[in-house]
T-cell receptor
């Protein structure tokens, strides 16, 4: 079973604050993702990466930066947090191969509140 | 871009009854289809996935149907039990150059009443 660990589990910050969400996966997966989950929208892709040093823009990237420092570690950065970024954030990883279907393994989520 | 609509947003069924959740998508190039389950306070877990060359797949009380003509994907829990109570999401992808990019439905909150 793939292991994806997110930290912190909960975070409260103020408008304009600087926040870093961390994610580590221990299964040598090549792809890692950051999603946000909001009622009525399901999960929306913020950024993703297919390897250390790589970054791809997702569907809702505005206001977010991300960095993949190693195969295992993927960070989501909110440098000037806004209340609209209050959400439940999920990290996921997958071992995407061209000949097989894509299965995502999710962390338990980080609930971020921006006051 | 791909648009995924999921319905119903909420579903209550009695134990032993079937529960059906439907997703429609817009991109005819969509090649990968999956269903995830999210239990309270947890991340999503894959239930079942199919590729576009499969019309029907059954596993452990779950049936996934894919109608490519109508761009419709469904999940049928044939005899629901209280442990099935959760939020269910469909997720689709083009594959190919879009490897790794899943588009999720908005979710269905399923409650199974004992």
């Amino acid at each position: 079973e793939a292991a994806v660990t997110q930290s912190p589990r909960n975070k409260v910050t103020v408008t304009g604050g600087n926040v870093t969400l961390s994610c580590r996966q221990t299964n040598s997966h090549n792809y890692m993702y950051w999603y946000r989950q909001d009622t009525g929208h399901g999960l929306r892709l913020i950024h993703y990466s297919y390897g250390a040093g790589n970054l791809q823009i997702g569907d809702v990237p505005d206001g977010y930066k991300a960095t993949r420092t190693t195969q295992e570690d993927f960070f989501l950065l909110l440098e000037l947090a806004s209340p609209s970024q209050t959400s439940l954030y999920f990290c996921a990883s997958s071992d995407v191969r061209k000949t097989s279907a894509e299965t995502l393994y999710f962390g338990s989520g980080t609930r971020l509140t921006v006051l | 871009g791909e648009q995924v609509e999921q319905r119903p947003p909420h579903l209550s069924v009695r134990e032993g009854d079937s529960a059906i959740i439907i997703c429609t998508y817009t991109d005819s190039a969509t090649a990968y289809f999956s269903w995830y389950k999210q239990e309270a306070g947890a991340g999503l877990q894959l239930l079942m996935s199919v590729l576009s060359n499969v019309d029907r797949k059954e596993e452990q009380g779950l049936t996934v149907l894919l109608n490519k003509k109508d761009k419709r994907l469904s999940l049928n829990l044939t005899a629901a039990h209280p442990g099935d109570s959760a939020v269910y999401f469909c997720a689709v992808s083009e594959g190919g150059s879009a490897l790794g990019r899943l588009h999720f439905g908005a979710g269905t909150q399923l409650i199974v009443i004992p």
